[in-house]
């Protein structure tokens, strides 16, 4: 009756947490947890969550789910390579402390892998796998509407009204609203990007594939999720995320890749003649062809819908200019500045890194010169009140955590990847919808780590535990 209870009550705080996902920066939570950007309420309930799950989990007689082995060694390798930071010979920086870097560095991480551990426990029956299907679809429902006016007021009307500017200053630490980029209850536009591409995508894109659907159809072939992957692409579009379009268009043709092998597989089995195998050999460049000539379609659309990539095609651009100085003609060259510095930091300290949250202390010395040419690298070094990031979860890892780190983190993911392949090539509807969703999340982190380097946003975390529950790996091993 005591075990009905707790799971009972565990299960409700779940459903809160799932629901609060879109909010990435609440200010009050903010003022909790003494982070100014990423500060989810969703991790304020997971605090609460951790205590009841890890109090009945160490009553019973429970194991370590086998997907979360790799990621408790990952946790304390960088547990290990931040201690090992203070016997390094980490440059001098006023106002920041290592001490307090590394205690930050190893709270965020712990709050991230608290997510997907929290994930893997708490689903443990189909019924609570759909009910939090369901009740992400209801989160999305706010989120949809939010974003619907933004667009409205901010792109067509081209004004907000005084009472969206002051509902944006409650939900967000930033308070603001873009006059032609889409930011939902996000940071920034691209968080927004990261949340749709990391978490309602593919679980959009895999009910319409596979056509299972956790709620009635709205007509009589289309289900809710069909509507939900429609406007979530529109979203996404008027987000003006780069790495958000470029993760979308890298998912749409991996989902075109693998329905031309199936098409190519059919043809053969149906057709044996010689003729139409001789045919067939050609398909997969005809293919190739018109995914270069989707591309380029696409590179020009964007081209001439989004400003800072208006110069693509102009020959000038490229004449006699290096990587960075292209890069900046297209507002990216700070990153690429960032990626590199991180680089070097990594070639410096191969094996453990320097340690979590450490990177930053490198930057001034580790910069290439091309940085003191922009405003922002050097408004960083000499008059930011925060240190500077790599802004790419797989040079952060290699730079902080080392190879060992890096590894660990990837064999974690590759696990991920052929549990998600078994789960397909299951008869099981379930399992083929999860194995559809664990491939489309991987891909999607995969590009979206380009864009994002923190360790405490839930969505990857707990994207990747649905698909590695519990319950789905019973079921498939029963």
Same mark, same amino acid.
């Given at each position: ?336 500045? /960032? ?26 010395? /580790? ?18 009140? /925060? ?92």
């Amino acid at each position: 009756m005591e075990k009905n209870k707790i799971l009972h009550v565990s299960h409700v705080f779940w459903f809160v947490l799932v629901f609060l996902l879109p909010f990435t920066s609440l200010p009050l939570a903010s003022k909790l947890l003494g982070s100014e950007m990423v500060a989810a309420p969703s991790i304020l309930i997971l605090f609460i969550l951790l205590f009841i799950i890890v109090f009945s989990w160490l009553k019973g007689t429970n194991k370590f789910p086998t997907l979360l082995q790799p990621v408790l060694v990952f946790g304390f390798l960088a547990i290990f390579s931040s201690l090992l930071a203070f016997w390094l010979p980490i440059p001098i920086q006023k106002d920041f402390s290592i001490f307090q870097n590394i205690i930050e560095g190893i709270g965020t991480l712990l709050i991230g892998i608290s997510f997907y551990f929290i994930t893997v426990q708490i689903i443990q029956s189909e019924k609570i796998l759909n009910k939090t299907l369901q009740v992400i679809a209801y989160s999305f429902i706010p989120l949809m509407i939010w974003c619907l006016l933004q667009f409205v007021f901010g792109q067509i009307v081209h004004d907000y009204p005084t009472w969206m500017t002051t509902i944006q200053k409650y939900i967000t630490t930033s308070g603001t609203l873009y006059r032609d980029r889409l930011t939902g209850f996000a940071f920034e536009p691209s968080w927004l990007a990261h949340q749709l591409n990391m978490f309602y995508i593919p679980i959009w894109i895999s009910a319409t594939i596979t056509r299972r659907s956790v709620f009635n159809p709205v007509l009589k072939k289309i289900n809710l999720e069909d509507f939900f992957l429609v406007i979530s692409i529109f979203v996404l579009i008027f987000s003006k995320s780069r790495v958000g379009w470029i993760t979308f268009i890298v998912v749409i043709s991996y989902l075109f890749i693998t329905l031309n092998q199936r098409i190519i597989r059919k043809i053969q089995e149906k057709y044996k003649t010689n003729n139409i195998r001789f045919l067939l050999k050609f398909l997969p460049v005809i293919f190739v062809f018109l995914y270069i000539l989707l591309l380029v379609l696409g590179l020009f659309f964007f081209s001439k819908f989004d400003s800072r990539m208006e110069s693509l095609f102009e020959v000038e651009t490229y004449q006699n200019r290096n990587l960075f100085s292209i890069a900046n003609e297209f507002v990216f060259a700070e990153r690429i500045l /960032y990626w590199q510095t991180g680089w070097q930091v990594f070639n410096d300290y191969p094996i453990f890194g320097v340690g979590l949250e450490n990177v930053g202390f490198f930057f001034k010395g /580790y910069m290439p010169s091309f940085a003191w040419a922009l405003d922002e690298p050097r408004h960083l070094i000499y008059q930011a009140t /925060y240190q500077g990031n790599v802004k790419n979860i797989w040079i952060r890892l290699l730079s902080e955590t080392g190879i060992i780190g890096f590894l660990c983190f990837g064999t974690w993911l590759i696990l991920i990847l052929l549990k998600s392949h078994q789960f397909q090539r299951n008869e099981s509807l379930l399992h083929n919808y999860w194995g559809l969703v664990g491939k489309i999340a991987l891909l999607s982190l995969l590009i979206e780590g380009f864009s994002i380097d923190s360790f405490a946003l839930p969505y990857y975390w707990i994207i990747l535990g649905l698909v590695s529950n519990k319950f789905l790996e019973s079921s498939i091993e029963s």
